[in-house]
């Protein structure tokens, strides 16, 4: 859970949901911070200064060279860092640092998509022998790999994939649905083209819809991180070239979401919109001997979302104060988080909402 309300400026201008905003905003993304900065009318001013220190870094002309982009980058900080004195050496260092690796992340992305070969394959793909397998039938088809990762494919679902991995990433290409379960490699990331996106992992478990003539691809993640990337921009779509067995053009991704278990990204093509959200039904992912009890007898609420969220790994944001004072009596046994979630609020007259893979807690309190 964030507090944005202990933020200083070096906080929001290296939060990554905040960059996101001033750097792509959206109708939701415009509606949660315009709320939030109503709600907090004494943080407006610190808003807006963190705001612009990331709009006056993206407007560093791209067409320089990487590493005199970088530079420009790290002297934009070190101004501001130079004006905030009252702040201790190694706090401005720290802050340096992350601040920079987020935004040489986003801002820095026209490189990154260009030359991250893991993305527009360099090597030349068509030298493999590949195997394109068809599920036509009603049930579901194991695969195993060359690299020992485990594929299931849906029925009505495709794959196509080499007989082996070599060079410097594994790739493969999915129409339809499969779950993926990778063997960790960090020497050679996984890469998963499908309907217009491109996941990428190192080693974890999610599962991909992204059938052809629906208008969204889904990505869930069951373990791990993965990062999808696909193209928001449908005026100016740039097109990378895939060579296997046969050319394929895939659109250049030009934005990236990061997820973890139980979130998942949506792609939705019609709308060029890519959003996170919490997953259908949200899987406990804590293991056995570190799973809280989830039996509390008038305990604060305020305990047992914290218990959720460390058994769920998904964030809830409240109003702690508000609530640390609201006792509560339950037994919540195998019931869906979003059941769990439901009978709590309904004994404290509270409301519950989903936005962004976060989901917000409000009411009255006690």
Known sequence: ????????????????????????????????????????????????????????????????????????????????????????????????????????????????????????????????????????????????????????????????????????????????????????????????????????VLGTSFRITAFEGEKTVEVEVKSGKVAVYANVDSENKKIMIVETDEKMLIPLPNKKLEVTPNQKVVFDKKEDEMIKTVAKLPQIITKLETLPQFEFEEESVVKVFNALELAYGIDLEYDEENLKNCPITTKLKDEPLFQKLSIICAALSLEFSEKDAVISIKGEGC
């Open 1 to 200: 859970m964030k507090h944005y309300e202990d933020y200083e400026i070096e906080d929001f201008a290296s939060d990554d949901d905040f960059i996101n905003w001033c750097l792509q905003p959206d109708e939701v993304s415009n509606k949660l911070w315009n709320n939030w900065i109503q709600s907090h009318p004494e943080h407006q001013t610190t808003v807006l200064e963190a705001k612009q220190l990331i709009l006056d870094l993206q407007s560093l002309e791209t067409e320089k060279n990487k590493t005199a982009f970088e530079l420009e980058i790290w002297e934009k900080i070190n101004e501001h860092v130079s004006k905030t004195s009252n702040r201790s050496k190694i706090r401005k260092l720290y802050w340096a640092t992350s601040v920079a690796a987020s935004l040489l992340l986003l801002i820095g992305a026209y490189f990154f998509f260009q030359n991250d070969t893991s993305l527009n394959p360099n090597e030349n793909l068509a030298q493999f022998e590949w195997i394109n397998l068809e599920n036509n039938s009603g049930i579901k088809k194991r695969i195993e790999l060359a690299d020992n990762s485990v594929i299931i494919l849906e029925p009505f679902s495709s794959l196509k994939y080499p007989s082996e991995f070599s060079g410097d990433q594994r790739v493969v290409f999915l129409k339809g649905e499969a779950f993926f379960d990778i063997a960790r490699d960090t020497t050679k990331p996984f890469l998963v083209y499908a309907n217009e996106t491109v996941t990428k």
